[in-house]
């Protein structure tokens, strides 16, 4: 029988889960939704970069309302609408039509990306909460390996829009484990109304906390980089290396691997080192890895196994910084942690949302423009890691 910790990270995972799905499963096809619809690579991009702009945004909204009106409202109104964006996305007659619904799926898929952090705040606190997010993690990275495996396969039998078939699928699940298998965990006694006097002035701690905004952009900076390998990755091994879908997934789900791997090992290698010392190393890894990336490709070696290579050991120092960002911003805002944790993310994904939109006119399928960008933003990481960390090197104390 399942030990209560394990069944809520169970199902607190699969619904964490919905964003990487929507994302990765994705992939596969987009060079054959640009086909199909008559989109430049660039308009096939923004389905990306505007789904993780209405991410980030929607979290600052849903996180209030979970506060307010208890944590299965908000995932029961986030998840529905969820699915009738991905029924739009199926038969989206048009590029533009796709990107809107995709726009709106993101804000649905929001919800479960804010609320189940809430849900675990509301039931555990020390250790048992580090290793139920743990658990969590665990099961989120099975999205990232196996969705686009699972998009490629269903490309074999019909168009990318059975992917969105399957997505609605999976999002009518989603609603089923949060009517019958996730128990309301906020009392009404709990709950607080939305205070806009109260958020403005937490807004105002938090905007003007140099270590929470440092470890924030670097955090951004990070899944920034991710960002413009999710959006670009896919064009880039399939028409410059000639990669099959199948072949494509296989190649995004190692580069995944390396990531999440290393992340798990974050909190043991920052209870040795300190959290501190830990990020140095990591954010010097990542920084270091992509520029020598980037230096070859420049010289021409940027083969493909040279980019996987290199790729899977700069994902993995990233794995290593990402949990530590997140543990030590919200370190001396305990008490707002829930405006933090919303305010962190929307920062996060807003900022890689701009830099796949920004960098996107530079794409043109080869690794150069992909390769560059992912370096920027581990040296920019690497910098603003630096400084913070230097300027307030109390931050990672409770750690040491």
Not at 5 to 15: D, N, P, Q, S, Y
């Amino acid at each position: 029988m399942l030990s209560p910790i394990f069944r809520t990270a169970l199902v607190l995972g699969l619904l964490s889960a919905i964003g990487p799905f929507s994302i990765d499963m994705y992939l596969p096809a987009m060079p054959q939704i640009g086909a199909e619809l008559g989109a430049q690579e660039t308009q096939v991009q923004q389905t990306i970069s505007l789904y993780f702009l209405s991410f980030g945004v929607a979290q600052f909204i849903w996180g209030p309302i979970a506060d307010a009106y208890g944590r299965r409202l908000p995932l029961i109104l986030g998840i529905s609408l969820f699915a009738a964006a991905t029924v739009a996305c199926a038969f989206a007659p048009t590029i533009g039509w796709l990107i809107a619904a995709r726009f709106v799926q993101g804000i649905g898929a929001a919800a479960v990306g804010v609320v189940p952090r809430a849900v675990v705040r509301d039931n555990y606190t020390g250790v048992e909460a580090t290793r139920l997010m743990a658990l969590i993690m665990l099961v989120i990275s099975v999205g990232p390996m196996l969705a686009p495996l699972i998009g490629s396969l269903l490309l074999q039998f019909g168009s990318w829009r059975l992917i969105f078939g399957a997505l609605l699928l999976v999002a009518l699940m989603s609603l089923m484990v949060t009517l019958f298998a996730l128990p309301e965990t906020l009392a009404p006694k709990d709950r607080i109304p939305v205070n806009v006097r109260s958020m403005g002035k937490g807004l105002r701690r938090l905007l003007g906390s140099p270590s929470f905004m440092g470890l924030t952009m670097v955090g951004a900076f990070g899944f920034g980089s991710f960002f413009v390998f999710i959006a670009s990755a896919s064009f880039v091994y399939t028409e410059t290396f000639n990669l099959s879908p199948t072949q494509f997934s296989l190649a995004f789900a190692l580069n995944a691997l390396g990531f999440f791997a290393a992340s798990q090992a974050a909190a043991p290698l920052g209870a040795r080192l300190g959290l501190s010392r830990s990020m140095r190393l990591a954010l010097t890894g990542f920084a270091t890895t992509t520029t020598v990336l980037l230096v070859l490709t420049l010289a021409g070696f940027g083969t493909l196994p040279v980019i996987m290579a290199l790729l899977f050991v700069g994902n993995a120092c990233l794995g290593l910084v990402m949990p530590a960002t997140f543990v030590m911003a919200l370190d001396e805002h305990g008490d707002i942690a829930g405006l933090a944790s919303s305010l962190g993310g929307t920062l996060q994904m807003v900022t890689g949302s701009i830099l796949v939109a920004a960098t996107a006119p530079f794409f043109d399928g080869s690794p150069l423009p992909m390769v560059a960008t992912i370096c920027f933003c581990a040296v920019m990481a690497f910098l603003i890691g630096q400084w913070i960390l230097s300027r307030s090197p109390r931050i990672a104390a409770p750690a040491e």
